[in-house]
């Protein structure tokens, strides 16, 4: 909800001020990918190790992402298209709808360093960038089977320098590692060993340091020191610490949280939320809002910014049930028909 609010800011009056003040908690989407790091290592770090496993986490993680990615890529095409013949206006149809870059979105190249620019459903960076960290998934699990918590960490290390020397000597996108999104799949990955080494972490700590009014500390700590300016390493290390102190109280017999599972019927809708808000933004900002009332610099914009908001719930809750579930079984099957026989696969 905070990057689509983010977004949504561009349209606002005085933008300006709401734009800088989101930008300012900008490392909690690198949060997510830390989580998103945790997790995949902690359930598949021995289940990639074979050419089949690999092949079928690598299949499940697609039929995942792909079809939606597929779908909202589909419609900036068709916004693109219709652009480039002058049936709509659209800006940045050099940039933006660059059909020059479709094929580096199709393959989920776009946040690997090819380009400088986002281009169609600008948000699919991140798919990209997190589709490059499971392709290397091994790479982890073979360092952290191997050689345990130092391979992990020695692996950041390098990550971390190479980002570096790259923010500052290697690329022309005048952009730090961690703010990167067009050069982003570099900064996931390190996002995603992080979340490796937190597993590690907690793996080793009893679980009664476990605490989950402690890591709402942590967590809160780390937004202050986001606005007050200490920079991303200070922030994640601050979330780092929660997601430890968390994941502890989760290794418990009774750690289920009332308030997690009360609201699990929305948070299950967030890769929709996330990958439908663009679209959103384009038919109720850039058409709606622009088009028909003339996009007036009044305080009435974000009682209309209400619609847009609900539309992208609306529609993510009928994007899961009737096509991304559908679509990922569909995938998934398809790939069960083609696995040699007698190959098992643990789901």
Request: aromatic residues 16%; proline residues 4%.
């Amino acid at each position: 909800m905070l990057v689509m609010g983010y977004h949504f800011s561009f349209s606002a009056p005085h933008d300006d001020i709401l734009v800088a003040w989101f930008e300012h908690m900008n490392p909690l989407l690198d949060m997510f990918f830390v989580l998103s790091g945790f997790l995949i290592y902690e359930r598949y770090r021995d289940r990639v190790l074979t050419r089949g496993a690999y092949g079928h986490f690598v299949l499940r993680r697609l039929s995942r992402l792909y079809p939606l990615h597929l779908a909202t890529l589909g419609f900036f095409v068709a916004v693109g298209m219709a652009a480039h013949v002058g049936l709509i206006e659209a800006g940045g149809i050099g940039s933006r709808y660059d059909m020059g870059q479709l094929w580096t979105n199709l393959f989920l190249l776009q946040a690997w360093g090819v380009h400088d620019t986002l281009t169609f459903n600008y948000v699919s960076w991140s798919l990209s960038g997190e589709w490059f960290a499971y392709l290397l998934l091994p790479v982890l699990a073979l360092a952290g089977l191997r050689m345990g918590l130092a391979g992990l960490v020695a692996v950041l290390a390098l990550t971390l320098a190479g980002l570096e020397w790259a923010s500052r000597d290697a690329v022309d996108y005048s952009q730090t590692w961690y703010d990167a999104k067009s050069w982003g799949a570099g900064r996931i990955f390190a996002d995603f060993t992080f979340g490796a080494i937190l597993f590690c972490i907690v793996e080793r700590l009893p679980a009664r340091f476990g605490s989950r009014p402690v890591g709402w500390m942590f967590l809160g700590l780390s937004i202050v020191t986001m606005f007050a300016g200490m920079g991303t390493y200070v922030a994640l290390a601050l979330i780092g610490c929660a997601i430890v102190c968390v994941a502890l109280v989760e290794r418990r017999p009774d750690s289920a949280s009332p308030l997690l599972t009360m609201v699990a019927p929305v948070t299950i809708l967030s890769y929709g939320i996330y990958m439908w808000h663009p679209v959103m933004e384009t038919v109720f900002f850039s058409g709606v809002w622009k088009l028909v009332f003339g996009a007036p610099e009044t305080s009435l914009f974000y009682l209309f910014a209400a619609l847009p908001f609900v539309a992208t719930f609306v529609v993510a809750a009928l994007s899961l049930r009737y096509f991304e579930t559908p679509a990922a079984r569909a995938i998934m099957a398809l790939g069960a028909r083609r696995r040699p026989e007698g190959h098992v696969a643990r789901a």
